[in-house]
């Protein structure tokens, strides 16, 4: 089983400040890695996949990078709606076997 | 746009069978993509359950495998999961998901449905 492991569990960050968030894989997964933002009460919303392609819709603000084993998601200029919790997914096996991280919450500093 | 919804129970006594059903709407669940299950404990990060094709072909979590069974149903553009033997850990927020299917990879969930908050008492 791949393990996700992201850091930090928590993010305090101003608005209008860059974000950094990190998401380890135990094992290489080249660049088959997703991100979500999750706020209270709503469904995980997709971000990023492939680790560096913007979902529709997504802003600009929003960037993906990594490979392998190493992935950062990086918000810039941070929005009001930018804070919640934030979960990356590999989808590197075959058959499929799923894991996600364990979130980074991003909070309003 | 495509949207997912689950239904079912919101409230399963220990020992019985969750069961939920996911209505895709506007998108035919015969498009390619597979269709899956996740679920979120309460304050807690997100597992995935389990994935089906249009053709009935499944996988799933190998630590819940013994325990769940989806379907599909494409005449009602419907997929279903059902998980035994289930107790007060079973307890979560059930999502459903398309199970985005690129260039033969099986990948990424997009879009979820709202998710339903299965309560195992």
């Known amino acids: 089983e791949i393990v996700m492991t992201q850091s930090p569990a928590t993010l305090s960050v101003s608005p209008g400040e860059r974000a950094t968030l990190s998401c380890r894989a135990s094992?290489?997964?080249?660049?088959?890695l997703a991100w979500y933002q999750q706020k209270p009460g709503q469904a995980p919303r997709l971000l990023i996949y492939g680790a560096s392609t913007r979902a529709t819709g997504i802003p600009a603000r929003f960037s993906g990078s990594g490979s392998g084993t190493e992935f950062t998601l990086t918000i810039s200029s941070l929005q009001s709606e930018d804070f919640a919790v934030y979960y990356c997914q590999q989808y590197s096996n075959w058959p499929p076997m799923y894991s996600f991280g364990q979130g980074t919450k991003l909070e309003i500093k | 746009q495509v949207q997912l919804q689950e239904s079912g129970p919101g409230l399963v006594k220990p020992s019985e069978t969750l069961s939920l059903t996911c209505t895709v709407y506007?998108?035919?669940?015969?498009?390619?993509?597979?269709w899956g299950w996740i679920r979120q404990p309460p304050g807690e990060g997100l597992e995935w359950i389990g994935s089906?094709?249009?053709?009935?072909?499944?996988y799933y979590n190998p630590s819940l495998k013994r325990r769940v069974t989806i379907s599909v149903d494409t005449s009602k553009n419907q997929f279903s999961l059902k998980l035994s033997s289930v107790t007060a850990a079973d307890t979560a927020f059930y999502f459903c998901?398309?199970?985005?299917?690129?260039?033969?990879?099986?990948?990424?969930?997009?879009?979820w449905g709202q998710g339903t908050l299965v309560t195992v008492s």
């Open positions: 089906i094709y249009q053709s009935g072909t499944t």
């Open positions: 094992q290489s997964i080249s660049n088959n």
């Open positions: 506007n998108f035919s669940i015969n498009s390619g993509h597979y």
């Open positions: 998901a398309r199970n985005f299917m690129f260039r033969g990879v099986v990948s990424w969930f997009d879009p």
